[in-house]
């Protein structure tokens, strides 16, 4: 069983169009609704109640996947009683909310949909939210017999639980823009490099235009990573995003002495040394949720790389990973076990969420393991230190 509440939108446009099409494309159902208002025509009109009561909350939208494994033997009976025991546990007891069954993919699985506000308008604390639903979890695990963390196919789980990419006529550009830019800056990184790395694994792209004052143009990407959209800037979103950007990417160099590098370095040196070619390195790195890019100079040398570990939700440059250097990945390309492969010696696009399945795909269904890589060069260690 695994659990997963997406980032919050300051509208419930997304999460709810998300869900909706679903059902009017035949994928997904409304399995169950909670507190409906009755004198209101259903969950849509009474959400639309309590949106319009919200005056301030810029995290109002509540999504949930809850993704049970095949050998839980959840009935769907069972999966609504286990969503109203987390939805109690999280505050949301007394709020409206409905779960959506989604057959659009092999494994069948649940989304829940509410409100962050209750019906004065008043925020639902959101504090340790993520911890609260793992210690639930564990709790509500042994009185409906499954196993935390685990499913049928961990990296399907881990596509379908992320902030959407952008799609191409797919809802509102300006709303799905606002959205992606808002989900990114949940991200820690420092640098506008970073910033449009970021973006573009979700299919935005950036451009800095320098005037008084300095302003953000973002466009939407195609698959092929190629812009498919008029420019949005400031006036078609709701925010200003240079002011969001310069006081996030502040607030996260201030944060030195960075810990969780240590798994991601692991992960990355043990990849590095088992690829083939640098399209298979990206590969075996995507099957672990992580995005790199790798620059080139004008001569074709290697002289940039970068990662974007989306479990800890972290942008990294290769220089803060321990025990892995560019010469490392100049070796590989030159005198390694690249050479000659497919290593695409131009500069690279930025590779989305989008070719993720494509990237599995070429290793046959890809493969989960960083913990065991992490384990076991750990247990080396140790061995080595005795």
Same mark, same amino acid.
Request: proline share 3%; hydrophobic share 30%; aromatic share 8%.
């Given at each position: 069983?695994?659990?997963?509440?997406?980032?919050?939108?300051?509208?419930?446009?997304?999460?709810?169009?998300?869900?909706?099409?679903?059902?009017?494309?035949?994928?997904?159902?409304?399995?169950?609704?909670?507190?409906?208002?009755?004198?209101?025509?259903?969950?849509?009109?009474?959400?639309?109640?309590?949106?319009?009561?919200?005056?301030?909350?810029?995290?109002?939208?509540?999504?949930?996947?809850?993704?049970?494994?095949?050998?839980?033997g959840?009935?769907?009976?069972?999966?609504?009683?286990?969503?109203?025991?987390?939805?109690?546990?999280?505050?949301?007891a007394?709020?409206?909310? #409905?779960?959506?069954?989604?057959?659009?993919?092999?494994r069948?699985?649940?989304?829940?949909?509410?409100?962050?506000?209750?019906?004065?308008?008043?925020?639902?604390?959101?504090?340790?939210?993520?911890?609260?639903?793992?210690l639930?979890?564990?709790?509500?695990?042994?009185?409906?017999?499954?196993?935390?963390?685990?499913?049928?196919?961990?990296?399907?789980?881990?596509?379908?639980?992320?902030?959407?990419?952008?799609?191409?006529?797919?809802?509102?550009?300006?709303?799905?823009?606002?959205?992606?830019?808002?989900?990114?800056?949940?991200?820690?990184?420092?640098?506008?490099?970073?910033?449009?790395?970021?973006?573009?694994t979700?299919?935005?792209?950036?451009?800095?235009?320098?005037?008084?004052?300095?302003?953000?143009?973002?466009?939407?990407?195609?698959?092929?990573?190629?812009?498919?959209?008029?420019?949005i800037?400031?006036?078609?979103?709701?925010?200003?995003?240079?002011?969001?950007?310069? #006081?996030?990417?502040?607030?996260?160099?201030?944060?030195?002495?960075?810990?969780?590098?240590?798994?991601?370095?692991?992960?990355?040196?043990?990849?590095?040394?088992?690829?083939?070619?640098?399209?298979?390195?990206? /590969?075996?790195?995507?099957?672990?949720?992580?995005?790199?890019?790798?620059m080139?100079?004008?001569?074709?040398?290697?002289?940039?790389?970068?990662?974007?570990?989306?479990?800890?939700?972290?942008?990294?440059?290769?220089?803060?990973?321990?025990?892995?250097?560019?010469?490392?990945?100049?070796?590989?390309?030159?005198?390694?076990?690249?050479?000659?492969?497919?290593?695409?010696?131009?500069?690279?696009p930025l /590779?989305?969420? /989008?070719?993720? #399945?494509?990237?599995?795909?070429?290793?046959?269904?890809?493969?989960?393991?960083?913990?065991?890589?992490? #384990?076991?060069?750990?247990?080396?260690?140790?061995?080595?230190?005795?």
């Amino acid at each position: 069983m695994v659990v997963k509440i997406m980032a919050s939108s300051p509208t419930m446009k997304s999460a709810l169009e998300y869900n909706e099409k679903k059902v009017s494309n035949g994928e997904a159902e409304v399995i169950h609704t909670a507190n409906v208002d009755p004198d209101l025509d259903g969950f849509l009109e009474t959400i639309k109640r309590y949106e319009r009561r919200n005056f301030s909350s810029k995290e109002l939208s509540f999504h949930m996947s809850v993704n049970p494994s095949q050998t839980d033997g959840l009935s769907e009976e069972k999966v609504k009683e286990l969503v109203a025991d987390i939805m109690e546990g999280l505050g949301f007891a007394n709020q409206p909310y #409905a779960v959506y069954r989604h057959d659009d993919i092999e494994r069948r699985h649940y989304h829940v949909v509410s409100i962050r506000t209750d019906s004065n308008g008043r925020k639902i604390p959101s504090r340790q939210e993520n911890r609260r639903c793992l210690l639930l979890q564990e709790t509500l695990s042994m009185k409906y017999g499954f196993i935390v963390g685990c499913t049928t196919n961990e990296q399907l789980d881990r596509v379908q639980t992320h902030q959407a990419r952008f799609s191409p006529g797919k809802a509102d550009t300006a709303v799905q823009i606002d959205s992606i830019v808002r989900y990114c800056c949940t991200y820690r990184f420092t640098s506008y490099t970073q910033f449009r790395f970021l973006l573009g694994t979700y299919g935005v792209s950036v451009t800095e235009v320098s005037s008084l004052p300095q302003r953000f143009v973002f466009r939407g990407l195609d698959e092929k990573g190629k812009a498919c959209t008029v420019p949005i800037s400031r006036k078609d979103i709701s925010f200003d995003p240079v002011k969001m950007f310069q #006081a996030h990417s502040k607030e996260c160099s201030r944060t030195k002495g960075y810990h969780g590098t240590g798994e991601l370095s692991e992960v990355c040196s043990q990849c590095l040394k088992e690829s083939t070619s640098q399209k298979h390195f990206r /590969a075996m790195l995507a099957a672990e949720n992580v995005d790199v890019k790798i620059m080139r100079n004008n001569d074709g040398i290697i002289s940039r790389v970068m990662f974007i570990d989306h479990e800890t939700k972290n942008v990294h440059n290769l220089s803060e990973l321990k025990d892995l250097s560019l010469a490392d990945f100049r070796n590989a390309e030159t005198q390694g076990q690249w050479q000659g492969q497919n290593n695409d010696a131009k500069q690279e696009p930025l /590779a989305g969420m /989008a070719t993720l #399945a494509d990237l599995l795909s070429s290793l046959g269904g890809g493969r989960s393991m960083s913990r065991d890589i992490y #384990a076991r060069t750990k247990k080396k260690s140790k061995g080595m230190k005795m």
